[in-house]
Protein backbone atom coordinates (compact mmCIF):
# COMPACT_ATOMS: atom_id res chain seq x y z
CA UNK A 1 0.00 0.00 0.00
CA UNK A 2 1.48 3.63 -0.75
CA UNK A 3 1.63 5.63 1.95
CA UNK A 4 -0.45 8.46 0.13
CA UNK A 5 -3.34 6.22 0.28
CA UNK A 6 -3.54 6.67 -3.99
CA UNK A 7 -3.14 2.65 -5.16
CA UNK A 8 -6.90 3.07 -6.94
CA UNK A 9 -9.09 6.12 -7.83
CA UNK A 10 -11.63 6.82 -5.63
CA UNK A 11 -14.51 5.75 -7.93
CA UNK A 12 -16.77 3.01 -8.16
CA UNK A 13 -14.41 0.36 -9.31
CA UNK A 14 -11.76 1.41 -6.61
CA UNK A 15 -14.28 1.49 -4.01
CA UNK A 16 -15.97 -2.54 -5.53
CA UNK A 17 -11.50 -3.40 -5.28
CA UNK A 18 -11.28 -2.60 -2.01
CA UNK A 19 -14.97 -4.01 -0.83
CA UNK A 20 -14.01 -7.42 -2.04
CA UNK A 21 -11.30 -7.94 0.43
CA UNK A 22 -14.04 -8.24 3.37
CA UNK A 23 -15.64 -11.15 3.79
CA UNK A 24 -19.60 -10.52 4.55
CA UNK A 25 -22.32 -12.65 5.82
CA UNK A 26 -25.17 -13.54 2.74
CA UNK A 27 -28.35 -12.55 3.44
CA UNK A 28 -31.51 -12.73 1.06
CA UNK A 29 -34.37 -9.96 1.36
CA UNK A 30 -37.29 -11.07 0.83
CA UNK A 31 -41.18 -8.60 0.58
CA UNK A 32 -43.99 -8.66 -1.15
CA UNK A 33 -46.97 -11.53 -1.40
CA UNK A 34 -47.95 -14.21 -3.74
CA UNK A 35 -46.87 -13.50 -7.36
CA UNK A 36 -45.39 -9.92 -5.92
CA UNK A 37 -42.80 -11.16 -4.30
CA UNK A 38 -39.13 -10.03 -4.62
CA UNK A 39 -36.60 -10.27 -3.43
CA UNK A 40 -32.08 -9.44 -3.24
CA UNK A 41 -28.96 -11.13 -2.25
CA UNK A 42 -27.09 -8.58 0.26
CA UNK A 43 -24.01 -8.43 2.40
CA UNK A 44 -25.64 -5.25 3.73
CA UNK A 45 -27.66 -6.03 6.36
CA UNK A 46 -26.49 -5.67 10.04
CA UNK A 47 -28.32 -4.91 13.21
CA UNK A 48 -28.75 -1.08 13.72
CA UNK A 49 -29.42 -1.29 17.44
CA UNK A 50 -30.37 -4.66 19.59
CA UNK A 51 -32.41 -2.09 22.43
CA UNK A 52 -35.24 -2.02 20.32
CA UNK A 53 -34.37 -4.49 18.27
CA UNK A 54 -33.75 -2.84 14.57
CA UNK A 55 -32.20 -4.19 11.51
CA UNK A 56 -30.42 -1.88 8.59
CA UNK A 57 -30.22 -2.99 5.10
CA UNK A 58 -28.83 -1.09 1.93
CA UNK A 59 -30.81 -1.47 -1.34
CA UNK A 60 -30.17 -0.14 -4.69
CA UNK A 61 -33.14 2.18 -5.37
CA UNK A 62 -33.16 0.98 -9.18
CA UNK A 63 -34.36 -2.42 -7.95
CA UNK A 64 -37.25 -4.19 -8.25
CA UNK A 65 -37.08 -4.57 -4.22
CA UNK A 66 -36.84 -1.15 -2.53
CA UNK A 67 -40.54 -0.18 -4.28
CA UNK A 68 -41.66 -3.49 -3.12
CA UNK A 69 -40.13 -3.22 0.71
CA UNK A 70 -42.27 0.51 0.09
CA UNK A 71 -45.32 -0.51 -0.73
CA UNK A 72 -45.88 -3.41 1.28
CA UNK A 73 -43.91 -1.86 4.80
CA UNK A 74 -42.52 -5.57 5.55
CA UNK A 75 -39.45 -7.27 4.68
CA UNK A 76 -37.52 -10.44 5.85
CA UNK A 77 -33.48 -10.70 6.78
CA UNK A 78 -32.84 -14.42 5.12
CA UNK A 79 -29.20 -15.19 6.82
CA UNK A 80 -28.48 -18.03 3.88
CA UNK A 81 -26.47 -21.14 5.50
CA UNK A 82 -23.65 -23.27 3.56
CA UNK A 83 -26.89 -25.04 0.95
CA UNK A 84 -27.61 -22.12 0.48
CA UNK A 85 -25.06 -20.74 -2.92
CA UNK A 86 -27.53 -21.27 -5.53
CA UNK A 87 -30.39 -19.42 -3.88
CA UNK A 88 -28.06 -16.44 -3.07
CA UNK A 89 -27.16 -16.40 -7.16
CA UNK A 90 -31.22 -16.72 -8.20
CA UNK A 91 -31.90 -14.04 -5.67
CA UNK A 92 -28.50 -11.84 -6.84
CA UNK A 93 -30.24 -12.19 -10.81
CA UNK A 94 -28.04 -14.66 -12.08
CA UNK A 95 -30.16 -16.57 -15.20
CA UNK A 96 -32.45 -13.71 -15.17
CA UNK A 97 -34.72 -15.04 -12.82
CA UNK A 98 -36.62 -12.19 -11.44
CA UNK A 99 -39.16 -11.08 -8.88
CA UNK A 100 -41.46 -14.66 -7.49
CA UNK A 101 -39.33 -16.92 -9.92
CA UNK A 102 -36.14 -16.28 -7.32
CA UNK A 103 -37.92 -17.80 -5.07
CA UNK A 104 -38.16 -21.44 -6.59
CA UNK A 105 -36.34 -24.75 -5.46
CA UNK A 106 -36.78 -23.59 -1.77
CA UNK A 107 -39.58 -23.81 1.01
CA UNK A 108 -40.90 -20.82 2.36
CA UNK A 109 -43.12 -19.08 5.27
CA UNK A 110 -44.14 -16.26 6.63
CA UNK A 111 -44.01 -14.89 10.37
CA UNK A 112 -45.69 -11.89 11.60
CA UNK A 113 -45.04 -9.02 9.47
CA UNK A 114 -46.77 -11.80 6.47
CA UNK A 115 -43.00 -10.83 4.37
CA UNK A 116 -41.45 -14.47 2.89
CA UNK A 117 -39.32 -16.96 4.67
CA UNK A 118 -36.68 -19.10 4.34
CA UNK A 119 -37.82 -22.19 6.28
CA UNK A 120 -33.84 -23.62 6.68
CA UNK A 121 -32.65 -20.30 6.72
CA UNK A 122 -29.49 -20.11 9.31
CA UNK A 123 -31.30 -17.92 10.85
CA UNK A 124 -34.50 -15.32 10.01
CA UNK A 125 -35.52 -11.79 10.99
CA UNK A 126 -38.88 -10.59 10.18
CA UNK A 127 -39.19 -6.89 10.05
CA UNK A 128 -41.83 -4.05 9.60
CA UNK A 129 -40.20 -1.00 7.36
CA UNK A 130 -39.27 1.76 10.02
CA UNK A 131 -38.12 4.03 8.04
CA UNK A 132 -36.14 4.64 4.64
CA UNK A 133 -33.35 7.51 3.81
CA UNK A 134 -32.70 7.63 0.13
CA UNK A 135 -28.74 8.72 -0.36
CA UNK A 136 -26.96 8.11 -3.74
CA UNK A 137 -27.94 5.08 -5.86
CA UNK A 138 -28.85 3.31 -2.56
CA UNK A 139 -31.94 3.47 0.08
CA UNK A 140 -30.96 2.94 3.68
CA UNK A 141 -33.43 0.89 4.93
CA UNK A 142 -34.43 0.48 8.78
CA UNK A 143 -36.78 -2.34 9.71
CA UNK A 144 -38.39 -3.05 13.45
CA UNK A 145 -37.98 -6.63 14.22
CA UNK A 146 -41.16 -8.51 14.62
CA UNK A 147 -40.26 -12.02 14.25
CA UNK A 148 -36.84 -14.07 14.79
CA UNK A 149 -36.69 -17.62 13.95
CA UNK A 150 -33.07 -19.44 13.96
CA UNK A 151 -32.11 -22.28 12.01
CA UNK A 152 -29.07 -24.76 12.53
CA UNK A 153 -25.76 -25.02 10.90
CA UNK A 154 -23.00 -22.08 9.53
CA UNK A 155 -23.35 -19.20 7.35
CA UNK A 156 -22.12 -18.41 3.92
CA UNK A 157 -20.12 -15.98 3.42
CA UNK A 158 -19.20 -13.81 0.60
CA UNK A 159 -15.51 -12.69 -0.44
CA UNK A 160 -13.72 -11.50 -3.56
CA UNK A 161 -16.89 -12.67 -5.96
CA UNK A 162 -17.13 -16.03 -4.69
CA UNK A 163 -19.25 -17.85 -1.66
CA UNK A 164 -17.95 -19.89 1.06
CA UNK A 165 -19.48 -21.72 3.80
CA UNK A 166 -18.41 -20.53 7.40
CA UNK A 167 -19.13 -23.67 9.73
CA UNK A 168 -20.17 -23.25 13.38
Keep these: MNSDGAD ?15 S ?43 PAVARFGHFCVNILGHAHELLASQFAGLGGLTGAERYRGAKWTQLISGAPVLQDAAAAIDCELEEA ?25 YRGGRYFAFAE
Design 8 to 22: LPVNADGLKCALRRM
Design 133 to 157: IERHSHVIVLGRVVGICIGNGGSLV
Design 24 to 66: GGVSVITTGQGEERTGATVTSATALSIEPPCMLVSLNRTSSTW
